[in-house]
């Protein structure tokens, strides 16, 4: 129910707080490899700091704002994909994604924040999805790439982990952007 199929066995679903403990035995695996490039709140180790995280996911979506969907491969929690930020009136929405080490590298993502693209520029009429990442993380920069994203620039020095400080940069694609690479269907 309330799912869809992005791969062979992989079903993308709203992820909510009463997935709380598989999103805790998610993260026991994730952890460490997501850590350095998703925010610091978003990485938990307890059932508790799961439902949390969730249940703010699910406060903003009741609100019509953030959201989250996991990725279940063959029935286990891998990584999923949000909207960051989601803001109707202004027609601006940001998305973000994350895996497991072992979910990495089959396109998951890719197919995912098409969904994603789709559902806010056909269904919510939304005219830019954004897309922020360290300029360091090559296999997020790659997505955004591949999802034909336009580099907008560089937030020098902007992203702090582990004591450091990095750069983040920004790449968007717009409905006008969007909407021409589509192929157009017959009526
Ligand atoms: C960012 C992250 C989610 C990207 O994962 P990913 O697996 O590289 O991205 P996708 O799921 O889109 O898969 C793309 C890979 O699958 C391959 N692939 C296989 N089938 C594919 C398909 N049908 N469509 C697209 N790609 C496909 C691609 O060739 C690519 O592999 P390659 O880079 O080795 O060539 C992952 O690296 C991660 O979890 N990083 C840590 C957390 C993080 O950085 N989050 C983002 C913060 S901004």
Not at 26 to 37: E, K, Y
Request: proline residues 4%.
């Amino acid at each position: 129910m309330f799912e869809t199929l992005v791969g062979d066995g992989v079903v993308l679903k709203p992820l909510e707080p009463w997935h709380a403990g598989e999103f805790a035995e998610h993260m026991s695996r994730a952890g460490d490899h997501i850590r350095p490039w998703v925010g610091p709140t978003f990485v938990t180790d307890t059932v508790d700091g799961a439902r949390a995280t969730l249940q703010r996911y699910a406060t903003a979506t009741a609100n019509d704002g953030a959201r989250i969907y996991g990725l279940w491969n063959d029935g286990t929690l891998v990584g999923g994909v949000m909207f960051v930020a989601f803001d109707p009136m202004w027609g601006n929405c940001e998305v973000g994604c994350w895996l497991e080490p072992g979910a990495v590298g089959a396109g998951f993502i890719t197919r995912s924040v098409e969904l994603l693209m789709e559902w806010a520029f056909l269904e919510r009429g939304m005219s830019r999805v954004e897309w922020r990442c360290r300029t360091d993380n090559d296999r997020s920069v790659a997505v955004a790439r591949r999802l034909e994203m336009r580099s907008e620039g560089v937030l020098r020095s902007s992203w702090v982990y582990d004591g450091n400080r990095y750069d983040k940069e920004v790449f968007s694609i717009l409905r006008t952007e969007w909407m021409s690479t589509r192929p157009v269907i017959a009526q």
